[in-house]
């Protein structure tokens, strides 16, 4: 494997607040928690130790998560635990529910870890009991706290519902609305996730209206969750497909580095319950986003959204929409190529096929 310079443990002794920019390291945890989930998998050891800061080809970093000694499928698709098969983990980051049953721990004892180490950055000296709730003075106290409840049904449920909460507290650009009913939609937006037939029509009409006057709709695609998204696809498919392609487009945009995972996180709702010409435009969108940004991450995204796995129609697909929207896929495909070894064996034929071509 590669060498490590250091480990985030490393970094917190030199400076707990890691230069006042924890962003960077949060947000590629983030990434290697959602990726490990998304296989069946629950690391149950997470913490400071075991993230690893790792040198890229190009002179930047990344952060990512090792030591996978505990790491286990589904409870009771294994025999190979600990010795006891009861408890393991480490005090201060372990759940509680790791104390007395491992094999039942589940990924969301992943994210009570995750609130320890948000603790150990903004929470200052350590002063808390361990496997019990944890809370920060400032704009993290919610997220600490909803992390590390004691009872994991109380925790934030999945990765991506944490890495939205995660941004909003830490995103510090000042709110500026195009128009007072741009203001309200947004408030109406982070009210609830479920929106009646009016409301969906006020948000529909604020982004024809924004897309009528050549402004950005930001501020009410960053009020947008997934639980909005996903709920639409049961009230309204209609709308979720326009809404989809809303969002393709608008992901093609310029953004700050740990927005784009958000970014990717709404669109994977997007492409997971989209038919074959909505999941085509989230894929090209996911692409350009990812090698625009040089984020490795969302390039994985795309690999997975164009892989050999997918049906033959979707690929069809895709190749038109990279023909429509002039994308030259060949030199997007060589960035994946030198950014995270991406192969040509692992996409689908006909995308693979376009390399050729071009």
């Not at 992901?251 to 996180?265: K, L």
């Not at 690999?303 to 030199?331: K, W």
Request: charged share 25%; glycine share 8%; net charge negative.
């Amino acid at each position: 494997m590669e060498l490590a310079q250091c480990s985030l443990s490393d970094e917190l002794e030199v400076d707990q607040t890691l230069g006042g920019d924890a962003q960077h390291a949060l947000f590629d945890i983030l990434s290697g928690l959602q990726a490990i989930h998304a296989k069946g998998y629950k690391h149950r050891d997470l913490k400071p130790q075991n993230i690893l800061k790792i040198q890229n080809q190009d002179g930047t970093s990344r952060y990512a998560i090792s030591d996978f000694g505990l790491m286990t499928p589904a409870a009771g698709q294994t025999t190979t635990l600990t010795a006891t098969n009861a408890g393991g983990g480490t005090p201060h980051y372990c759940a509680p529910e790791c104390t007395t049953n491992l094999r039942r721990a589940t990924p969301l004892a992943d994210i009570y870890s995750f609130g320890a180490i948000l603790h150990d950055i903004f929470g200052g000296i350590r002063n808390q009991l361990p496997y019990d709730q944890l809370t920060v003075v400032g704009p993290l106290k919610d997220v600490v706290e909803k992390c590390t409840w004691r009872q994991p049904r109380r925790r934030f449920q999945s990765v991506e519902a944490l890495r939205e909460a995660l941004f909003d507290a830490l995103d510090g650009d000042v709110v500026a609305f195009a128009s007072v009913e741009e203001e309200e939609i947004v408030a109406l937006l982070s009210q609830g996730d479920r929106l009646d037939d009016a409301a969906w029509d006020r948000v529909f009409d604020c982004i024809d209206e924004n897309a009528h006057e050549k402004r950005s709709n930001d501020r009410v695609f960053r009020a947008l969750s997934i639980e909005h998204i996903t709920a639409l696809v049961e009230d309204s498919p209609e709308l979720f497909d326009s809404l989809g392609r809303d969002y393709a487009e608008y992901a093609q945009g310029t953004f700050g580095f740990d927005y784009c995972d958000v970014i990717a996180s709404r669109a994977q709702a997007f492409y997971a319950h989209g038919d074959v010409g909505l999941c085509a435009l989230i894929a090209v969108s996911i692409l350009k986003l990812g090698t625009s940004h040089n984020r490795y991450c969302i390039e994985r995204v795309f690999m997975q959204m164009a892989s050999s796995g997918i049906s033959n129609e979707l690929a069809d697909r895709i190749v038109v929409e990279l023909g429509v929207q002039e994308v030259n896929f060949a030199l997007e495909f060589g960035y994946l190529e030198g950014s995270i070894g991406a192969s040509r064996a692992a996409i689908h034929p006909a995308l693979a096929d376009l390399l050729q071509v071009q």
